[in-house]
């Protein structure tokens, strides 16, 4: 968010981006947070921060300090759902995922640069990972699901973030170099289901494979998540197939065959 005056269109992206920023989690996030990952100053984010509270739209948490998403967030979204039943077509192949695998499976959705993870279903292995939870957001060629979308986009769309990566990256620059994002996508490619071999929390490793729209672009993801002994090289084959298998499924539901990308 840029440091240019507060005015028309300008508001609207101010505010839209705080709502992602507090809606990465169900515990908020603080002020100081906020302002440091805004890039706005401390008192235009109070004051739009206070104006979307008058709306329902946030609600200040009393306890932690923290902004959360209000009550009216909750009713939009279900009426939203409404459009999108992502979550009747897709939980029945998370459930499937889990149970196959005993790994948490989720379903994430591409937002512009990032994937957003809608979806969740538990697995019954007890130790388990919990970098991803619903609403968690990665920059695309991050975390598996992120790499499976990616890895099938256009080859200039691909270029033109690995162009900028280290700023689209963000904090996950360190772990995920150019060269390492590159020999990922390239991976992926060629099996057709993403590895991230612990990349953004060590030991605690995830696959994806990507589902595509009708017009045979990647938008959503599967992805399975779990701890790094449970993803050891010769189980990888077996829980690609599985993911593959689901995303194909979820794929032809939704309207597409997922060749069209995947042929180029």
């Known amino acids: 968010m840029s440091q240019v005056p507060v005015q028309g269109a300008q508001v609207v992206s101010r505010i839209a981006g705080l709502l992602r920023l507090v809606g990465r989690s169900a515990e908020g996030m603080g002020l100081a947070a906020l ?36 009550p009216e967030i909750l009713l939009m979204g279900s009426v939203a759902s409404a459009r999108f039943p992502l979550e009747d077509i897709a939980r029945p192949s998370l459930r499937r995922l889990a149970e196959a695998t005993g790994e948490s499976a989720f379903f994430s959705i591409r937002r512009g640069s990032e994937t957003v993870c809608l979806l969740r279903e538990e697995g019954s292995f007890p130790v388990r990972s919990f970098v991803l939870h619903e609403g968690v957001r990665f920059p695309l060629g991050v975390a598996s699901a992120g790499t499976a979308i990616m890895a099938f986009l256009p080859e200039a769309e691909q270029e033109e973030l690995l162009g900028s990566w280290r700023k689209h990256a963000g904090a996950f620059a360190a772990g995920h170099s150019e060269e390492v994002v590159r020999a990922n996508l390239a991976r992926t490619r060629q099996a057709g289901y993403s590895v991230n071999p612990g990349l953004v929390l060590e030991g605690s490793w995830g696959m994806g494979a990507a589902v595509f729209d009708p017009s045979g672009r990647p938008a959503w993801a599967l992805s399975l998540t779990g701890i790094e002994p449970r993803f050891r090289a010769e189980r990888q084959e077996e829980l690609g197939n599985l993911l593959m298998a689901e995303a194909h499924r979820i794929t032809q539901q939704l309207g597409g065959d997922g060749k069209a990308n995947r042929a180029r």
């Open 35 to 70: 302002v440091q990952e805004s890039g706005l100053t401390r008192p235009t984010v109070h004051r739009l921060l206070s104006s979307l509270a008058s709306e329902g739209l946030l609600d200040h948490d009393a306890g932690s300090g923290n902004w959360v998403l209000g």
